[in-house]
Nanobody, 119 residues
């Protein structure tokens, strides 16, 4: 019913920037939640940033460096990542909670995109 497609990952040097995008498609009535998570090798998946209505929240480790934003017309969430550090290296996943009708809500994940920060 709903698909999330991510783009924008890659290899960057420490101090550099990347912008991730995640676009939702399918049967979308409304999007209630958008978030970015990451999972480094050997570690659990963790929340990086989230946006619900007009409220944003960030993990302490990325505050002041990452910015989450959304384009409602495009059903897309972005993650602007600046001043990247080697410890930001991970697979980044987007997650959305989407109402496909007034009575049905689904939670979907993107396929993941690799971000590698070299020192």
């Amino acid at each position: 019913q709903v698909q999330l497609v991510e783009s924008g990952g890659g290899l960057v040097q420490a101090g550099g920037s990347l912008r991730l995008s995640c676009a939702a498609s399918g049967n979308i009535f409304s999007i209630n939640y958008m978030g970015w998570y990451r999972q480094a090798p050997g570690k659990q998946r963790e929340l990086v940033a989230r946006i619900t209505r007009g409220t944003t929240n960030y993990a302490d480790s990325v505050k002041g460096r990452f910015t989450i934003s959304r384009d409602n017309a495009k059903n897309t969430v972005y993650l602007q990542m600046n001043s990247l550090k080697p410890e930001d290296t991970a697979v980044y996943y987007c997650k959305m909670t989407i109402a496909t009708s007034r009575a049905n809500v689904v939670s979907s994940w993107g396929q993941g995109t690799q971000v590698t920060v070299s020192s």
